[in-house]
T-cell receptor
Framework: DSGVTQTPKHLITATGQRVTLRCSPR?????VYWYQQSLDQGLQFLIQYYNGEERAKGNILERFSAQQFPDLHSELNLSSLELGDSALYFC?????WGQGADTQYFGPGTRLTVL | DQQVKQNSPSLSVQEGRISILNCDYT??????FLWYKKYPAEGPTFLISISSIKDKNEDGRFTVFLNKSAKHLSLHIVPSQPGDSAVYFCAARSSGSARQLTFGSGTQLTVLP
């Protein structure tokens, strides 16, 4: 158990819908990262927040957005869903913003299926 | 453009023998490298890491070697155990302002009893 929690574990929805994925980082961690793993793909970085502020952006679609709240939990919002958005979405957290030996610990993931 | 490559999608090893997983990278800005293990339906689990200023880091049965000139790192597992069977991901972090991890595509390790 990494200490990172993600809810829900599974999510099935229809095209065009909007969903929210939630992540609670490890106690004391200030950074939250979101990654997407599609079928036959490695993990792709989406976005990072550090202490409530957006820190870095990867190949995140405009239909996707995220935020980190004062209690440091984070939500990833996916809207106008398409079939191709079906994937595993992982959240990771680290103590600092990523310098030095700042290891990222991953949650169990949310499996999103868009029908 | 794959900046981190794991060219072997799978590897089978006998229990008790050494497993060697390889990873190549192209970006000279990477300064920190990590290995994660992943079981089906679970998130990646951190195994071991190495800074670019070192060439070896050891933790129990796991040793990571870094060859900066060749832009190559490897993970050695000795002795291999059936419980080590999983997908292993190599990841690298840039020294630039964006500190996210870039992952390889993974190697499925199967340790045969």
């Amino acid at each position: 158990d990494s200490g990172v929690t993600q809810t829900p574990k599974h999510l099935i929805t229809a095209t065009g819908q909007r969903v929210t994925l939630r992540c609670s980082p490890r106690s004391g961690d200030l950074s939250v990262y979101w990654y997407q793993q599609s079928l036959d793909q490695g993990l792709q970085f989406l976005i990072q927040y550090y202490n409530g502020e957006e820190r870095a952006k990867g190949n995140i679609l405009e239909r996707f957005s995220a935020q980190q709240f004062p209690d440091l939990h984070s939500e990833l919002n996916l809207s106008s869903l398409e079939l191709g958005d079906s994937a595993l979405y992982f959240c990771a957290s680290s103590v600092r913003w990523g310098q030095g030996a700042d290891t990222q610990y991953f949650g169990p993931g949310t499996r999103l299926t868009v029908l | 453009d794959q900046q981190v490559k794991q060219n072997s999608p799978s590897l089978s090893v006998q229990e008790g023998r050494i497993s060697i997983l390889n990873c190549d990278y192209t970006n000279s800005m990477f300064d920190y490298f990590l290995w994660y293990k992943k079981y089906p339906a679970e998130g990646p689990t951190f195994l071991i890491s190495i800074s670019s200023i070192k060439d070896k880091n050891e933790d129990g049965r796991f040793t990571v070697f870094l060859n900066k000139s060749a832009k190559h790192l490897s993970l050695h597992i000795v002795p291999s155990q059936p419980g080590d069977s999983a997908v292993y991901f190599c990841a690298a972090r840039s020294s630039g302002s964006a500190r996210q991890l870039t992952f390889g595509s993974g190697t499925q390790l199967t340790v045969l009893p």
